[in-house]
């Protein structure tokens, strides 16, 4: 049985890549030292099986961790011993199914314990770059029903195009599909229900029933306009996360990126290299495009930074 530590030195997690269909081999500029045969369509960042690299639990999963820390690493008030986010990076080399993920009431009844909103950050996009997020005004379940025997749903749906550092908010019952072009950043709720409403023609099961009963015809879905603070930028604050992107350099404090006890959090290299210096004297790397896990009582810490670095923090509710 692991020791109870009463804080937590942030840690950063090793990436675990996840085989899709229609994702690539090839994972240049993010991922150049780890190659594959099959094709990886999501680099899971803060999953279940996601290893700590550093920190006194190294070696041990993050689920591991969550069950033994719950209190140091989520927080006092967090009923589940486990993270309340997956961030994932998607590697869409053709278009994804289009898809409808159920709310928490939803999601509930059927035996889950929670629904699933989530957001994109666009990391690289393409000058052909799109999404599709939301049904167009107009759209009935009667069409969608109709569209779906006759192969021509896509005309319902509201396709965005996509340019590097947008955010696109998707919450649950919106109709959905990611499409060839970028490489996106998810943060999502830590829930892998997925109904898929048209697939185009490959095949896998679908879920028609389910993702009538999900999705609504009008949500909350769509680009998310940055907001400004004063040592950050806003990119989106919902009901089960808040997000932003900070630029540091050189020697940073802790109190920069601690919630004081209240939520687990997680910092994303976006550029550059930093490396974290923490209360045992210990200086460990931070290896770009990785998670570094902020625990809700996290030590103090320092970041080192090699010039000016760029970063994404997600906070979970």
Known sequence: MSALYPTLPPFALEPQLVSRI?????????????????????AWLSGDACVALSGPLRGQT?????????????GADRAEAESPLLIKILFAQEKLSVQVHPDDAMAQRKGSPRGKTECWYALEAGPDAEVACGLKPGASLGAIE????DGTLEKWLEVLPVKT??????DAGTVHAIWPGSVLLETQQNSDITYRLYDYGRPRPLH???SLEALRLRTEAGKVEPVEEADRT?????????IERMTVGGHVASDRFTTAGQALS?????????????????????????????AACCEDFQ?????AVELIRIVAK
């Open 165 to 170: 550092g947008e955010m696109i908010f998707v």
């Open 303 to 307: 970041l080192e930074c090699d010039g």
């Open 234 to 242: 806003r990119l989106v604050d919902c009901a089960y996360f808040r």
């Open 208 to 210: 028609v029933q389910e």
């Open 146 to 149: 109709a569209s779906l025997k």
């Open 266 to 294: 997680y910092l994303f290299l976006l550029s550059g290299t930093a490396r974290v210096s923490i209360r045992s004297g210990e200086s460990v790397p931070w290896p770009a495009h990785t998670l570094l896990a902020v």
């Open 62 to 74: 993050l689920q591991e961790i969550c069950s033994s820390q719950a209190r140091a690493l989520l």
């Open 22 to 42: 229609w994702g690539r081999r090839d994972l240049k500029p993010w991922y150049p030292d780890m190659p594959t045969e099959e094709p990886i369509g999501e």
